[in-house]
DNA sequence: CGGTATCCAGCCCGATACTG
DNA sequence: CAGTATCGGGCTGGATACCG
């Protein structure tokens, strides 16, 4: 067996299904279209819900709320209620969200390397799709 | 500054934007319902289009097609025709692919690790619900 | 064998308006 | 201030049938 292209010989004692439950289990947290922006920017410290709202862009309440709400369900961020007149609802980083970050870093980190290539398979394949299955050209 | 809660300090030359552009661009790849799966068995060989289809489970093959002509046109897999009758279509990772498989396992020992802690908060968040929210007790 | 074509359901997200 | 309520649109993914 000379054929290294075997991933799990990295791992023997894991099979592929529980990798590819954990990954799900990771996209989950951040799939959704804001979580990432959220947790980079609790990750630069504690925000009020309107600061959250003013400082992700052209997010809606209702979008921010579901994001949070589901962020916090996951355990990776916490909400801190203070109850004055008017309220004061802050977010922070758990220590699980924080555990979050350094994998953020490592995917920024692939993109930051193979980012490009993929940007460049995108343009040629929308290059191929525009040129007439070569027919016409004779 | 005694506050160490400040991710930049780990890259001051990037910025948020462009992290989360980047984690955006990675995310777009492995988005897909099934890219992780797919990833993963070629991760293990050289597949048949009819093997993934197999292998991967209850997928369509529209949505096979569609999960399969995304990771394609992001670079990160091949499609190898032949032109026999009937024709055979093999599909493996490129060396992006590959370079792909690394974050793969990365963001699977994370939750190896953190995984536990999600599923707690989360049953913990759902009984939280079913709680009468403190009134009917007294 | 390896796909398309068509139709359709569900969900995520947004805009707007209203509230404790 | 920090949300909730309601309505609606777009995109993803599935079921089924058909094709080179």
Redo the contacts between chains.
Sequence with gaps: MD?V????S??PD?T?L???E??????E???GKWS??VL??L???TRRYSEVFYEVGEISKKTLTQTLRAL?????ISRQVYPEVPVKVEYS?TP?GW??????????E??????A??????TL?EEAAERPPLAAAA
Tied chains: 1, 2.
């Design positions: 054929n292209t075997d991933i799990s990295a791992r894991v592929d529980q990798m590819i954990g990954t799900r289990t990771f996209l947290v951040i799939a990432v922006d980079y920017l990750a630069n410290g916090e369900r996951d355990g990776v980083l699980l555990s979050i970050t350094g994998l953020l870093m490592a995917i920024y692939w993109t930051a390397e193979h980012g290539e993929v940007e460049a398979a995108r394949h």
